[in-house]
Structures are given as C-alpha cells and as structure tokens.
C-alpha cells in the first residue's frame, strides 16, 4: 500500500520507493528505503502531509511523495 493511505499510529515497514533516481536518493537521505522501519505520527484520513518517524527522526512529506512509497505492516 502508498504510504498516503498509512493511518496515524501505524508501524509499517518500506517495501520500494517508486519514482526516479532523484526521489530515490531524496528518500534514501531521510532513511527512508526498502527495509526501513516507520511508524506514521499523522497521515491517513487526515488532510495535508505525512509525518513519520524514521529511527528517531521525524519526516514530513507531501501526499505526492508519499504516494510513491509503498509499504507493509509492522
């Protein structure tokens, strides 16, 4: 699933990042890469962007970045 649609409070982990070498490497900075562990602070149903924390990090991105990040449950 896109990490658009991840609700608030869910743990999931990174399975791809679909998108071209620039977001690629854009994501792989934040740690955010296939096997990273997130737990999503505010995303799902709310409006706006997502926040996740990555390690101990928190990370805000567009719904159209995270759109292009899929993932599974924790």
């Given at each position: 699933?896109?990490?658009?649609?991840?609700?608030?409070?869910?743990?999931?982990?990174?399975?791809?990042?679909?998108?071209?070498?620039g977001?690629?490497?854009?994501?792989?900075?934040?740690?955010?890469?296939?096997?990273?562990?997130?737990?999503?602070?505010?995303?799902?149903?709310?409006?706006?962007?997502i926040?996740?924390?990555?390690?101990?990090?928190?990370?805000?991105?567009?719904?159209?970045?995270?759109?292009?990040?899929?993932?599974?449950?924790?």
């Amino acid at each position: 699933m896109p990490l658009s649609i991840a609700k608030s409070g869910e743990q999931v982990v990174c399975v791809r990042v679909e998108g071209g070498p620039g977001l690629e490497r854009h994501m792989a900075a934040m740690g955010i890469l296939a096997g990273a562990e997130m737990t999503v602070v505010s995303g799902g149903g709310s409006p706006g962007p997502i926040v996740v924390k990555v390690r101990t990090t928190k990370y805000m991105l567009g719904r159209g970045m995270a759109h292009r990040v899929f993932v599974r449950p924790r």
